[in-house]
């Protein structure tokens, strides 16, 4: 296999790296609720979110994928040690804010690191805008938003519904419901997350074909054979990773979401995680993102990886 092929490899893996931080740094959104309110263990809880992430891969298209691949950055300024600076950078911004108890977004860091890498090197012309970047940075105050005003209408909706049964009988029923909330959230999760990193690698996939031509990679297992598809391996091999990130559990942010910021009981446990799994599919479906301020880190990670390579 051509020298080149072995450096796409090596940074494939890194890719798949960041979709492990992105399991174990995001796992808390999925089982803070469910572990606060004692409806799952903790340990339950993980393998749980782990498996419908996982799971979410196969039943939702690749359009966030496709997003990340050909919405965003301009291809013609991206290469190797773009996508490699843009990793670092979420990576790094991931593994500050998980050591902080920070629940931060990892999709944040991984656009903006890929973004800010791609700008470091030739500029802010290598930003396709507008672009998806409209509906990107809109959806960074619409989503929290969306969360907000559905579980305040669910539950207020559930509450009036339930206002003549007995609170024993209520909290009995939703720790059951719950669970099914988990699950839903756990989905959206995976559905939206993982095909971030599936698009960062079409994305260097189609790069370096453009680069250096098949030939480099005709011989792998990387070789695309259409560049507007998700390869299968692709799609597996990033739901295994964030699945298997999530069984890890980031148990510092787990703490921040579930005994923090707020005390929820089963009813209002399964109304935050049904609204918040609404919002997720909504952005799935229509390939929307999110987006922060780790592209100053991985513009600094190009500058020093382009001295070193």
Same mark, same amino acid.
């Given at each position: 296999?051509?020298?080149?092929?072995?450096?796409?490899?090596?940074?494939?893996?890194?890719?798949?790296?960041?979709?492990?931080?992105?399991?174990?740094?995001?796992?808390?959104?999925?089982?803070?609720?469910?572990?606060?309110?004692?409806?799952?263990?903790?340990?339950?809880?993980?393998?749980?979110?782990?498996?419908?992430?996982?799971?979410?891969?196969?039943?939702?298209?690749?359009?966030?994928? /496709? %997003? *990340? =691949?050909?919405?965003?950055?301009? !291809?013609? @300024?991206?290469?190797?040690?773009?996508?490699?600076?843009? $990793? &670092?950078?979420?990576?790094?911004?991931?593994?500050?804010?998980?050591?902080?108890?920070?629940?931060?977004?990892?999709?944040?860091?991984?656009?903006?690191?890929?973004?800010?890498?791609?700008?470091?090197?030739?500029?802010?012309?290598?930003?396709?805008?507008?672009?998806?970047?409209?509906?990107?940075?809109?959806?960074?105050?619409?989503?929290?938003?969306?969360?907000?005003?559905?579980?305040?209408?669910?539950?207020?909706?559930?509450?009036?519904?339930?206002?003549?049964?007995?609170?024993?009988?209520?909290?009995?029923?939703?720790?059951?419901?719950?669970?099914?909330?988990?699950?839903?959230?756990?989905?959206?999760?995976?559905?939206?997350?993982?095909? /971030? %990193? *599936? =698009?960062?690698?079409?994305?260097? !996939?189609? @790069?370096?074909?453009?680069?250096?031509?098949?030939?480099? $990679? &005709?011989?792998?297992?990387?070789?695309?054979?259409?560049?507007?598809?998700?390869?299968?391996?692709?799609?597996?091999?990033?739901?295994?990773?964030?699945?298997?990130?999530?069984?890890?559990?980031?148990?510092?942010?787990?703490?921040?979401?579930?005994?923090?910021?707020?005390?929820?009981?089963?009813?209002?446990?399964?109304?935050?995680?049904?609204?918040?799994?609404?919002?997720?599919?909504?952005?799935?479906?229509?390939?929307?993102?999110?987006?922060?301020?780790?592209?100053?880190?991985?513009?600094?990670?190009?500058?020093?990886?382009?001295?070193?390579?």
């Amino acid at each position: 296999m051509h020298a080149s092929a072995w450096f796409v490899v090596a940074i494939v893996g890194v890719a798949l790296c960041f979709d492990f931080i992105n399991g174990f740094h995001d796992a808390a959104n999925s089982i803070a609720t469910v572990v606060s309110t004692r409806v799952l263990s903790p340990s339950a809880a993980v393998v749980w979110a782990a498996a419908f992430n996982f799971i979410a891969v196969f039943l939702f298209g690749t359009a966030v994928a /496709k %997003t *990340m =691949g050909k919405g965003l950055v301009d !291809l013609a @300024a991206v290469d190797a040690t773009v996508i490699l600076a843009g $990793l &670092a950078g979420a990576i790094t911004w991931d593994l500050i804010t998980w050591w902080l108890g920070l629940p931060t977004s990892s999709s944040h860091a991984l656009i903006g690191g890929y973004a800010g890498a791609a700008v470091a090197k030739a500029g802010f012309t290598a930003l396709l805008f507008p672009g998806k970047w409209i509906s990107t940075l809109v959806f960074i105050v619409v989503a929290p938003l969306m969360g907000l005003v559905l579980a305040l209408a669910l539950t207020v909706a559930l509450s009036w519904a339930l206002r003549r049964s007995l609170p024993r009988r209520v909290d009995r029923t939703f720790r059951v419901l719950q669970i099914g909330s988990a699950a839903a959230y756990s989905l959206g999760h995976g559905s939206n997350d993982a095909q /971030k %990193t *599936m =698009g960062i690698i079409v994305g260097l !996939l189609v @790069a370096e074909q453009q680069l250096f031509g098949t030939g480099s $990679l &005709a011989a792998s297992p990387l070789h695309l054979t259409d560049p507007n598809s998700v390869p299968a391996w692709v799609v597996v091999a990033c739901g295994a990773a964030m699945g298997l990130g999530t069984v890890t559990g980031g148990w510092r942010i787990v703490k921040t979401m579930g005994q923090r910021l707020t005390k929820l009981t089963p009813f209002g446990g399964f109304c935050a995680e049904t609204s918040g799994a609404i919002t997720l599919f909504i952005a799935s479906h229509f390939g929307i993102l999110t987006i922060p301020a780790a592209a100053g880190i991985a513009g600094l990670m190009y500058v020093v990886l382009r001295a070193l390579v």
